[in-house]
């Protein structure tokens, strides 16, 4: 490096004349080719290799026509619109800066949705009622990559734009970046759509994969923890997290946590780690990986819960550019969730707005063990915008993972997490690589599936036609769990009405797994 910085130095100032060189043409103050008369003032620096002409003044294609071109967007019949809106002076943000320019929409049709035009010519409005402020779909991908590989703000990323408007008189530069931030936020998609921007998590725990206490160093530490960077958080915080918190002692409400609480605890004899909880996203993608002590405690899975969140921009919800609904899958979850904002009050509390956020629900396998009222209320079938998630895409990865069980078992702390990381890393790696294919065969499924589901809703909503509005007065009066999950609407009420109330809570189903 020091060699190649040398070589550098040794032509410094040659690099600079070239630099200085490049801020003007050589043909400027010569005769422009056009034949004017006029001379070469001013370059573009937008056109590579463009040559100097003699405009002088920097402008919107708006100053032509004595100020009065207007940039008119396409028509809805496909061709010039003969009866386009009076102009509208907007601003454009776009990746080489702002410009200032006048726009008409396609009148043909009446009132324009002004929306939907600007949509179609990759525009992306600041507000749905008056758009004054415009943005390029090419600027916001832009920023995306930006924000995502480099972690810069929007408020920087208009900063730049706004010096490349006027480097000298950047203050004086419109200023878009509200309108940008509304223009680049989910947190208001409508609830028929948020499942298109959702972040679905699964958790699980496994006792294949612990550490036996005899024949470890209890001093070996991964080096793949320190200061949060992997898949395990790091040591040293989750010994000081440990010290702070208590064992659970909230009492079971449900069959099936006294089925785990009451399991046998001889197996976790002479273990230092009794395994792991892991928690992936809907795709089988790990995120995190906490190590377990005697069972599979709360503190434990909270623990893992916020290391997978620390790890995205989902840490602040308001504002980020992430998901706009969450769903989170536990075998526990009608216990667990109880609580869950409270204790991330009190050990990460910058984090209760996004826990809040959560809608809990229960794998499908698991809830058949849980009681009646966990099954309404926990169930996929019954989440608006859950898609029939079986929510147990975590435990897809214990049948490769538990063939490492007999060896990890045996291993110093380091070691085992450094190996289950690279384990992890590589399940990771196939995932992304065969997802493509495979989220291809699922749309052409899916197409089939929606047209055949799709005829035959419509066909049951005119067999019923009368009895509709009735469910939908019931289906907006009924109380609703925490969750957004219509609270008693598919409950059987008393063995008298079953029959009729049973036909209403299939047809209902049907329509939700339509949707």
């Given amino acids: 490096t020091a060699e190649t910085m040398a070589d550098f130095v040794a032509k410094l100032t040659e690099l600079q004349y070239y630099i200085l060189a490049g801020e003007a043409s050589e043909i400027v103050n010569h005769l422009c080719q056009c034949g004017s008369g006029l001379y070469c003032n001013v370059k573009c620096h937008d056109c590579f290799q463009y040559e100097a002409t003699w405009w002088y003044l920097k402008a919107d294609i708006s100053y032509l026509d004595n100020n009065q071109y207007t940039i008119q967007l396409p028509c809805s019949r496909g061709s010039l619109c003969k009866e386009p809106t009076n102009p509208n002076i907007v601003t454009l943000v776009d990746m080489n800066g702002f410009h200032g320019t006048q726009i008409s929409y396609c009148g043909c049709n009446g009132d324009p949705d002004r929306v939907q035009q600007l949509m179609n010519a990759r525009l992306f409005p600041g507000s749905v009622r008056f758009p004054r402020t415009l943005m390029t779909f090419r600027v916001l991908d832009d920023y995306t990559k930006q924000n995502l590989a480099s972690k810069k703000s929007s408020y920087d990323y208009i900063r730049a734009l706004r010096s490349l408007s006027d480097g000298f008189f950047t203050q004086e530069v419109l200023d878009p970046h509200p309108q940008f931030l509304l223009a680049t936020r989910w947190e208001r998609t409508p609830p028929e759509l948020k499942h298109l921007n959702q972040d679905a998590k699964t958790m699980d725990g496994n006792f294949h994969l612990g550490q036996y206490i005899k024949n470890t160093d209890p001093n070996d530490i991964s080096l793949l923890t320190d200061k949060d960077i992997g898949y395990f958080p790091d040591e040293k915080k989750v010994e000081e997290y440990l010290k702070n918190t208590m064992d659970d002692k909230e009492k079971s409400t449900c069959n099936y946590l006294n089925i785990v609480n009451n399991q046998n605890k001889k197996k976790f004899k002479n273990m230092r780690y009794s395994g792991v909880v892991n928690v992936s996203c809907n795709h089988c993608v790990i995120r995190s990986s906490m190590n377990l002590q005697k069972g599979e405690g709360f503190r434990f899975s909270d623990y893992a819960l916020q290391h997978a969140f620390s790890q995205t921009r989902h840490s602040c919800p308001h504002g980020h550019l992430g998901a706009s609904d969450f769903l989170f899958s536990y075998d526990c979850n009608c216990q667990y969730c109880v609580n869950l904002p409270k204790r991330f009050n009190i050990n990460w509390h910058h984090m209760v707005d996004l826990i809040s956020l959560l809608r ?41 993972l538990n063939q490492l069980g007999g060896s990890v078992r045996q291993m110093n702390a380091g070691h085992r997490m450094e190996v289950l990381s690279d384990h992890y890393s590589y399940n990771n790696f196939r995932k992304n690589v065969e997802m493509p294919q495979l989220f291809l065969r699922l749309y052409k499924d899916a197409l089939v599936l929606s047209r055949r589901k799709h005829r035959a809703f419509i066909s049951v909503c005119i067999s019923f036609r009368e009895r509709i509005p009735g469910w939908e007065r019931k289906a907006e009066a009924a109380k609703r769990y925490r969750n957004g999950i219509i609270e008693g609407i598919y409950e059987h009420q008393s063995p008298g009405n079953c029959l009729p109330f049973c036909y209403e809570f299939h047809l209902e189903l049907f329509c939700f797994s339509t949707f």
């Fill in 360 to 400: 809990p629900m229960i794998p499908a396998l698991h809830i058949e063990d849980h009681k009646k009222r966990c099954k309404y209320e926990f169930n996929a079938a019954y989440i608006p915008g859950a898609a029939h998630k079986h929510g147990k895409s975590v435990e897809q990865q214990w049948v490769e």
